[in-house]
């Protein structure tokens, strides 16, 4: 069995995922790393971390297909024999007002938000069972809880993923599998640049009490703790990282 400590981040290659996965193999975990277009661009972040002296494999898989997840995991039991830790990081949406919202619009958002992380945490269980424990990590969104424009099919699927998150921490805990939430602020990344109103989510994520802009590292530490000894006692909760800003009133 491999000795190093695994950690799955999937949607791992680029943005928040990237930023996570660094964080992971600088502390001498082994990482393995979904995506689903870019090879190339895949290719380049596993040489990257491959630089802090860690092993890096990739796997292609639609995560919206529970097939693909499947393969995925056997793919991750063959290469490593094992997975310490799992990060649902894979994230996607359609951004429309409620009323132009269509049938396909909501299934997609749903099934790639809240299905792909249930039937993901059932297979990284069985992984995790092996070495006695790990860790479950979700990242979610504002919208969760706060109305933003546009957002209606993906906020109730964030919704939906810190429910999943509070009912696998409490049925998981015999097994001494930890499972959180990580909620973060406006962070300028390329999936940002999908929002029709970017230039004022990161004006205002600008304004916060902390002063500046989420940043992915800030994102990635926090994840990083929640996977560690130190957050133990940490179970179901979804932490809000945005420099203070949901505090506000607008």
Same mark, same amino acid.
């Given at each position: ?7 799955? /981040? ?9 930023? @996570?996965?660094?964080?992971?193999? +600088?502390?001498?975990?082994?990482? $393995? ?5 870019? +090879? ?6 596993? !040489? ?5 002296? @860690? %092993? #890096? ?9 529970? *097939? ?7 793919? /991750? ?9 799992? /990060? ?11 009323? !132009?919202?269509? =049938?396909?619009?909501? *299934?997609?958002?749903?099934? /790639? ?15 995790? =069972? ?5 860790? &479950? ?14 957002? #209606? ?8 993923? !810190? ?6 921490? $409490? ?18 990344? *390329? ?11 990161? =004006? ?10 989420? =940043?992915?590292? *800030? &994102?990635?530490?926090? $994840? ?25 009133? %607008?």
């Amino acid at each position: 069995m491999n000795q190093n400590k695994v950690a799955l /981040i999937t949607g791992g290659t680029r943005g928040i995922g990237k930023a @996570i996965a660094t964080k992971f193999a +600088k502390n001498g975990y082994d990482v $393995v790393l979904n995506f689903l277009r870019s +090879k190339t661009n895949a290719e380049k972040t596993k !040489e990257e971390l491959e630089s802090h002296g @860690i %092993r #890096v494999h990739l796997v292609k898989a639609n995560v919206n297909d529970v *097939d693909n997840i499947k393969d995925m995991f056997r793919e /991750i039991d063959a290469t490593f024999g094992r997975l310490d830790v799992f /990060i649902n990081n894979a994230a996607s949406g359609v951004l429309r007002p409620l009323m !132009e919202l269509e =049938e396909s619009h909501w *299934d997609w958002t749903q099934d /790639i938000n809240a299905k792909a992380y249930f039937f993901a945490a059932q297979e990284a269980v069985k992984l995790m =069972e092996r070495v006695g424990g790990g860790a &479950i990590v979700a990242l979610s969104s504002l919208g969760s809880i706060r109305v933003l424009p546009n957002y #209606v099919a993906v906020g109730v699927s964030k919704a939906s993923l !810190e429910a999943i998150t509070r009912y696998l921490a $409490v049925e998981l805990a015999s097994k001494n599998i930890v499972v959180n939430a990580v909620s973060g602020g406006a962070v300028d990344t *390329d999936a940002l640049k999908h929002f029709p109103n970017r230039q004022e989510m990161l =004006e205002s994520g600008a304004n916060n009490p902390a002063g500046r802009l989420v =940043e992915p590292e *800030d &994102i990635a530490n926090v $994840v990083y703790f929640l996977c560690t000894d130190n957050a133990n006692m940490i179970r179901g909760q979804t932490i809000i990282v945005d420099g203070g800003l949901s505090l506000l009133c %607008r």
